[in-house]
């Protein structure tokens, strides 16, 4: 990882708590699920490091190329499920904030394919991943996947 300033070194009781919770709100969720939502999140906030990361964890995990290349047109495209949509849905309403109130038919989408926990969960992991976009894009992140592994 490169960067402008380290964050674990400049807050890291801060950074150890903000890791923990982002990998607890992650874990509560399908895993593909939450790959597809914090892909298209941070494709939104135009986070380079966090899509070239999420991308590689995603293959990782068996998600497809064809889903993975069509994740900027997802409306249009027809491999993802209802359950799916509704995220990505609610993932562009929420990152999408600034830009008008229009997330109430996200929501009424959101509510018919997730429990109020989960919605609160999806939520949760929408925050959690435009948080590390801010991160990142704000002080110049970059974690290579492959460098990780390798060091590992």
């Given at each position: 990882m490169t960067a402008k300033i380290d964050l674990f070194a400049a807050a890291p009781s801060l950074m150890k708590t903000w890791m923990g919770t982002s990998?607890?709100?992650a874990a509560s969720l399908e895993p593909s699920l939450i790959e597809l939502v914090k892909i298209r999140a941070s494709q939104i906030n135009g986070c380079a490091?966090?899509?070239n990361m999420h991308t590689a964890e995603a293959r990782a995990k068996g998600e497809t190329e064809q889903r993975l290349y069509l994740l900027s047109a997802?409306?249009?495209a027809p491999c993802y499920t209802d359950r799916e949509?509704?995220?990505l849905a609610w993932t562009?309403?929420?990152t999408r904030l600034s830009e008008?109130?229009?997330h109430e038919a996200a929501r009424d989408a959101l509510s018919?394919?997730?429990s109020e926990e989960e919605q609160v969960k999806l939520t949760l992991m929408i925050n959690v991943i435009n948080g590390w976009n801010r991160l990142a894009v704000g002080f110049g992140l970059w974690h290579d996947p492959a460098e990780a592994r390798a060091a590992a």
């Open positions: 990998a607890a709100v490091n966090c899509i997802w409306r249009e949509r509704a995220a562009d309403a929420l008008g109130h229009g018919a394919h997730f």
